[in-house]
Antibody, heavy 127, light 105 residues
């Protein structure tokens, strides 16, 4: 079955850029009706949706982060990536990648849900 | 942006009891867009319910979802020890509610 694995530096200095990659295995990032998402979770807090990308490159971002976030996809490597600029301590969190299934429905809105998650990677912003 | 508000923030119950968790949207959303997740400490969230009432693969039938418009509910009919966790609702595969912590009384 499809599995996701986050990778990237665990420590980033303030004002620098956080870059993470999510590798998709067990299936093609280009197949099916899926979005590929990033979510983060500061220690002891809830889940924050960062944004998502379709295999065509179409993106949607959380307005609260939009000015600092870029999500991109590399279909040749079966990966998608997160780039967050000008980080501060408030960006310290566990970062998850996830697959959003868009289940097509007849005569009804499509279903949307995150059915596959990576294990998460901890990123600390500190000098 | 639609805001999801979950209540209560913390729910204290005993194994065997029934749990009712609420998720209220700031405006009406399609049932197709509403999902529920369970998260245990140190783990990624797990999909429980999608389209407001459809159980995900492998989810026990003690978990059920209901609701429409702005009010949605996750019900756990008889709590098992492994059900004590944090639960999140989500809309449109994007924004989450703030979560409900289900703890052992």
């Amino acid at each position: 079955q499809v599995q996701l694995q986050e990778s990237g530096p665990g420590l980033v200095k303030p004002s620098q850029t956080l870059s993470l990659t999510c590798t998709v295995s067990g299936g093609s990032i280009s197949s099916g009706s899926y979005f590929w998402s990033w979510i983060r979770q500061p220690a002891g807090k809830g889940l924050e949706w960062i944004g998502r990308i379709y295999s065509t490159g179409n993106t949607q971002y959380n307005p609260s982060l939009k000015s600092r976030v870029t999500i991109s996809v590399d279909t040749s490597k079966n990966q998608f990536s997160l780039r967050l600029i000008s980080v501060t301590a408030a960006d310290t969190a566990v970062y998850y990648c996830a697959r959003v299934t868009m289940a097509l429905q007849i005569a009804a809105p499509n279903y949307y849900y995150m059915d596959v998650w990576g294990k998460g990677t901890t990123v600390t912003v500190s000098s | 942006e639609i805001v999801l508000t979950q209540s209560p923030g913390t729910l204290s119950l005993s194994p065997g009891e029934r749990a009712t968790l609420s998720c209220r949207a700031s405006q009406s959303i399609s049932t197709s867009y509403l999902a529920w997740y369970q998260q245990k400490p140190g783990q990624a969230p797990r999909l429980l319910i999608y389209a407001a009432s459809s159980r995900a693969t492998g989810i026990p039938d003690r978990f059920s979802g209901s609701g429409s418009g702005t009010d949605f509910t996750l019900t756990i009919s008889r709590l098992e020890p492994e059900d004590f966790a944090v639960y999140y609702c989500q809309q449109y595969g994007s924004f989450f509610g703030q979560g409900t912590k289900l703890e052992i009384k």
